[in-house]
């Protein structure tokens, strides 16, 4: 008589432990929190603003932004390194990732230009071993050589291979210093072959694909139209990405959208990226350009 208890007993348990997991919330189950990323350009005068460092935090916390791209100055002093440090301990107390943002049109040739941004990383991993408690978390790359005019025109992305050499040149100095390492990139790189998009996903473990001019404020559509493109065309976008690509070391890719492509409206289309791209495993998250925007609305 006694076994038949015992019996009882466990499935008692087992239905109890099962019900206990049916009730945890939904975030304990469904993983780490999309990214939801912010540029911040001239650093020195944002942060050196009266409140600067305490009015970035607190956009943040309000809008919902986890990590932020800080411009890192080319020549920055003592006291900038300070403010630095100043800004990752603030933000870190808040759980919010810091990365150190460098920008290019020309490193993806070899030479003085490669050779500067190169310099500049070393100066974050140095910067990282003299601040080991207010370190930056990673190094974010906006390298545009697409901006140049002989790299203009639908497939022409004659400037690939450099690019992708700048890349992996990043990482082999960011990655032993444990620093993650994050491109931005425009729709046009999504668009070449299958070779050229594997060559380009497998160059840095993350990638933001800057989906810009969609829309404009003015062009009449509504809200709701608008969210419809901005689901339509990420999940389109995502696909092309990785269509044909094979291997695990493949990109993860957040997707970012301008304030003036939706003014207002751009917290509510961020969201939309999100609803429709939470599935893909490639979807890393959001990102949004820019917090400058944001306070030249406010003056």
Not at 239 to 259: F, P, Q, S
Request: hydrophobic share 40%.
């Amino acid at each position: 008589m006694k076994r038949p208890c015992l019996r009882i007993l466990s499935l008692r348990t087992f239905l109890g432990v099962l019900f206990g997991c049916s009730c945890l919330p939904v975030s304990a189950a469904s993983g780490p929190a999309p990214v939801h990323g912010l540029w911040v350009w001239k650093s020195p005068t944002v942060l050196g603003a009266p409140r600067g460092v305490d009015a970035l935090r607190d956009f943040c916390v309000s809008e919902g932004v986890n990590e932020v791209y800080v411009s890192v100055p080319a020549s920055g002093g003592s006291s900038e390194e300070h403010q630095l440090a100043e800004l990752i301990a603030l933000l870190h107390r808040s759980n919010i990732r810091v990365e150190a943002l460098f920008s290019s049109t020309d490193a993806d040739e070899p030479g003085k230009h490669r050779d500067s941004l190169l310099s500049r990383v070393e100066g974050i991993v140095k910067f990282n071993r003299e601040h080991r408690s207010n370190h930056f978390d990673g190094i974010h790359l906006d390298v545009e050589p697409w901006q140049r005019p002989e790299n203009k025109g639908a497939g022409n992305l004659q400037f690939l291979p450099g690019l992708v050499e700048v890349f992996r040149a990043v990482v082999a100095k960011a990655a032993p210093a444990g620093m993650t390492v994050n491109a931005d990139i425009a729709v046009k790189l999504l668009k070449g072959d299958s070779g050229q998009r594997q060559m380009l996903m497998s160059s840095v473990p993350r990638l933001t694909l800057m989906m810009y001019e969609l829309s404009n404020p003015q062009d009449g559509t509504s809200t709701q139209q608008k969210a419809e493109q901005v689901e339509r065309t990420s999940e389109k976008d995502l696909d092309m990405a990785y269509e044909g690509l094979t291997g695990r070391n493949l990109a993860k890719m957040v997707v970012a959208l301008r304030t003036a492509d939706y003014g207002d409206l751009l917290r509510q289309m961020l969201g939309k990226l999100d609803d429709a791209n939470r599935p893909n495993p490639h979807y890393l998250g959001w990102a949004r350009h820019s917090y400058n925007d944001t306070l030249q609305a406010t003056r």
